[in-house]
Structure formats: C-alpha cells, structure tokens
C-alpha cells in the first residue's frame, strides 16, 4: 500500500508520504468501526422500539451511551485474541 504512493510522486520525501499513508490508513479504520457501532447501536434500539410497539424513546443519549458501550465491548474482544476467543465459543 505504501509502495505505489512513494513511486508515483516526486514532490514530498519518501518520509512524509509514508506517514500521510499511514495516517490515513488510521483514520480510515476508525471511522470504519465508528460508523458500523453507531449503525448497531441504532440497529439495537430500533428492535426495541419494535419489540416495544413504538411505546419506546430512544434519546440521542441512549444511542451515544450504547455506541460507548459497543466500542468497548469490541475493544474488548478485539483485546482477548484468537486463543482465549476460542475458549469462550460453545462446541
């Protein structure tokens, strides 16, 4: 991903092109996984008010309040790694 970038240009250093790279590679997975929980989190709340038969509010707090706690649920087991993943699944 880096190489093509480095290759096509001339005006900025091997350096500075590396770390905009890089840069943007980052952003991009952390809007990435920002958008898909708040899509979840929206997702999960709209059950509810189903489930609930529209006699259910959802405020902009609850949906930032379950985005939070999705974000860091996956951090989570994002953290826990494929061994100790495999030991929680049922066989």
Do not use: C
């Not at 709340?45 to 959802?58: C, P």
């Not at 706690?69 to 996956?74: A, D, I, R, T």
């Not at 087991?77 to 495999?86: K, T």
């Amino acid at each position: 991903m880096l190489l093509w970038p480095v290759q096509q240009t001339r005006l900025f250093t091997t350096l500075e092109v590396g770390w905009l790279v890089g840069w943007l590679n980052i952003l991009g997975q952390v809007a990435g996984m920002s958008s898909t929980e708040f899509g979840l989190s929206n997702m999960i709340w709209a059950a509810v008010v189903v489930a609930k038969d529209g006699n259910y509010e959802v405020t902009s707090g609850k949906v930032v309040g379950l985005f939070v706690g999705l974000l860091v649920f996956h951090g989570i087991l994002v953290r826990l790694g494929h061994v100790r993943l495999v030991e929680l699944a049922p066989s």
